[in-house]
């Protein structure tokens, strides 16, 4: 008998991470805009450290806030 796994947000629906959606971005950051740990995101390890880079350049470029102050 196989676990129930929760599969991966963005290997469901057949994408990438994208800088310039911001709106998928803020679902795996949390209220401090912190980067959601895996276990949390429930994102499959290839797209984490995808989300992160794009994260990062979409913070880089004003699209999503470094922090929520």
């Known amino acids: 008998m196989e ?3 929760i599969q991966c947000f963005f290997c ?3 994408r990438e991470p994208d800088y310039k959606d911001a709106e998928v971005l803020k ?3 949390s209220v401090q805009a ?3 740990t895996r276990k949390k ?3 499959c390890a290839y797209h984490q450290r995808k989300f992160a880079k794009a994260l990062k350049r979409g913070r880089y470029l004003a699209l999503v806030p470094y922090t929520t102050r």
């Open 41 to 43: 995101s429930k994102l």
């Open 12 to 14: 469901v629906n057949n």
């Open 27 to 29: 679902k795996f950051i």
């Open 34 to 36: 912190k980067i959601w």
């Open 3 to 5: 676990k129930n796994k």
